[in-house]
């Protein structure tokens, strides 16, 4: 099931700069999106979530851009800091409460 | 700040055994989901649970699978006789609507 896809596997970023997590959908049908943050041996965090209607939806540090002619979005994190050092799973939903995920990114903030 | 709680944190038991795996979802939530996580794999939705009977299943949740809502905050993943490929992470999650889910910590099953 590749209908979400994260191709980077590893993302890693100097603390402060930006860090730009992308997430590319297959599935017209999706009309909300999420962003989840994972750290091991605990369950996703909810972070950020944008609907169809939008294209960006901000909160504090964290935006979130949606593209739905190219069927991408993306997470973007300013500044960022080694406590966002995590997982990072884009999921979407469409036509119901089903959440489709993606197979994640994990980011390395250094300091 | 509410949170949904799982129970246990790690079950072991042996192929064919029947296990239950407990979740208590935020209060006043109406939606409650069961997703799984394989080693190494992505996380997949398994079920969701509206109104006392199940919205949504995937062909992961064939009839070795079931939910329940006992009482009015526990809800339960039962699998009535485990093989060595249902190890995995099974998370809980719970919404107040056709939104964000919230997710509990995972209870970690082996089957051996």
């Given at each position: ?16 700069r930006?860090?730009?997590?992308n ?7 999706f009309?909300?999106f ?9 369950g996703?965090t909810f972070?950020?979530?944008i609907s169809?209607?939008?294209d ?13 002619s ?5 997470l ?5 800091q080694?406590?966002?050092s995590?997982?990072y ?9 089903k959440?489709?995920?993606g197979?994640?990114t994990?980011?390395r903030?250094?300091? | ?13 042996q192929m064919?055994?029947e ?6 979802p935020?209060?006043?939530?109406l939606y409650?989901?069961w ?7 992505k996380?997949?939705f ?15 949740f ?7 809502r ?8 039962k699998?009535?006789?485990?093989k ?6 099974y998370?809980?999650?719970s919404?107040?609507g056709q939104?964000?889910?919230f997710f509990?910590?995972?209870t ?5």
């Open positions: 099931d590749q209908q979400v896809k994260q191709n980077s596997p590893s993302l890693s970023v100097q603390e402060g930006i860090s730009i997590l997430c590319d959908y297959t599935n017209s049908m009309d909300y999420l962003w989840y943050k994972k750290y091991p041996a605990e996703p972070l950020i979530s169809s209607i939008k960006k939806n901000e909160d504090g540090r964290f935006t979130v851009f949606l593209n739905k190219a069927k991408h979005l993306s973007h994190i300013v500044p960022s080694p406590g966002d995590a997982v799973f884009c999921a979407a939903s469409g036509g119901g409460n959440l489709v995920f197979a994640g994990i980011l903030v250094k300091s | 700040e509410p949170e949904v709680t799982q129970t246990p944190s790690h079950q072991v038991t064919g055994q296990v239950i795996l407990r979740c208590v935020i209060s006043n939530h409650f989901y997703y799984r996580q394989i080693l190494g794999q996380v997949e398994l079920v969701s649970f509206y109104n006392n009977e199940i919205s949504e299943k995937s062909e992961i064939d009839d070795q699978f079931s939910v329940e006992p009482d009015g905050s526990n809800f339960t993943l699998i009535r006789s485990t060595l490929e249902d190890s995995a992470m998370f809980c999650a919404s107040s939104d964000e889910q509990g910590p995972g970690r099953l082996t089957v051996l």
